[in-house]
């Protein structure tokens, strides 16, 4: 079997995750030999990775790897001998369970391990980092309708005003800036990808966040409607293929924002009550009251410039996700 894993060897970190478990199925759909790193399981015999492993080609092409970011050095394995790397594990506390600087500490020194991985390896010819569009829209100012890849997130405005998943949000900025300097200052070919929400199916076992939040009055979750007023979203489908465009463009260089829609709260219950009579969607006149913080739209000029173009509309980012969570009885 070794035979058919040569040449084109990626890592992605974070296989077990959302984007990480989607990316690794584009991967292999397009011949690519992959390793991946997966957190270990406190009761390690009961982690199911069966997603994974069931995927077309994984049996000869797909090797899982345990790391963790709080061990910088336990990704060195899963990069050796790669000549791609995804960073796209991060740590992920929308709750604030724990101090924001612990959460940023991991989140840098876990990347930064990975970095001097792939410097070590001598093999790697580019890393494509997941970053967030939370690393991008916070605080540029109310007046901005639309946000390129020279915005950064203001930190002292996320901890001013942001109460919910904050943590994230200042470790996805401060972990994207590490990541830039580090690479700037070793040479390392680096390229960042800011999605906003990410939307649509999932394969992993556990409810992505993104779709939780995106879809809050399907779900009965009117305290998260005030995150909504204005929400741009991708289709996972497309924040995958970008990733893989971007690692494969030759002239791919710094940060690219991956957006395709920007849909308000109005919108999005007209399409939902449409389509789902089934639920329970909140009134018009009720959601017109709700208030929050309008986000600027994140502009994926840069993208679609290199050549990248979009697949999924609305309808099936949003289709797609209600489908796949009743499937796995998440609805």
Not at 142 to 150: A, I, P, R, T, Y
Not at 229 to 236: G, Q, Y
Not at 288 to 312: A, I
Request: net charge negative.
């Amino acid at each position: 079997m070794e035979g058919e894993r040569s040449g084109r060897v990626v890592c992605v970190t974070g296989g077990s995750g959302f984007v990480g478990s989607w990316l690794v199925m584009r991967l292999l759909d397009q011949g690519y030999s992959v390793n991946t790193t997966v957190r270990s399981h406190p009761a390690e015999n009961q982690r199911d990775l069966s997603y994974l492993t069931s995927l077309p080609g994984a049996t000869e092409r797909l090797k899982i790897f345990t790391a963790d970011l709080s061990n910088p050095d336990s990704f060195n394995a899963a990069v050796d001998g790669c000549i791609g790397v995804f960073h796209v594990a991060t740590p992920v506390d929308f709750q604030d369970k724990e101090p924001e600087q612990a959460v940023t500490k991991r989140s840098i020194d876990g990347a930064l391990g990975i970095l001097k991985a792939c410097l070590n390896a001598k093999t790697v010819k580019r890393v494509v980092y997941t970053s967030s569009a939370s690393a991008v829209v916070f605080g540029s100012g109310n007046d901005v309708e639309e946000v390129d890849e020279s915005f950064w997130s203001d930190i002292d405005y996320i901890k001013a005003k942001i109460s919910y998943g904050g943590s994230y949000m200042v470790s996805k900025t401060l972990t994207e800036k590490a990541v830039i300097e580090f690479s700037e200052k070793y040479g390392l070919d680096v390229v960042t990808v800011m999605p906003s929400f990410v939307v649509g199916p999932f394969i992993c076992p556990k409810l992505p966040g993104s779709v939780h939040s995106t879809l809050a009055m399907v779900f009965g979750n009117l305290d998260g409607l005030s995150f909504l007023i204005n929400t741009p979203m991708v289709h996972v489908d497309d924040v995958a293929r970008a990733h893989i465009f971007l690692f494969e463009h030759h002239g791919a260089k710094g940060r690219y924002n991956c957006s395709s829609h920007v849909i308000t709260l109005v919108q999005m219950a007209e399409f939902l009550s449409a389509k789902y009579p089934e639920f329970q969607i909140p009134s018009l006149s009720y959601l017109r009251e709700v208030k929050g913080e309008k986000m600027p739209g994140l502009s994926s000029k840069k993208l679609l410039d290199s050549g990248f173009r979009f697949k999924y509309g609305v309808d099936e980012i949003l289709g797609d996700a209600i489908q796949c969570c009743k499937e796995k009885h998440y609805l």
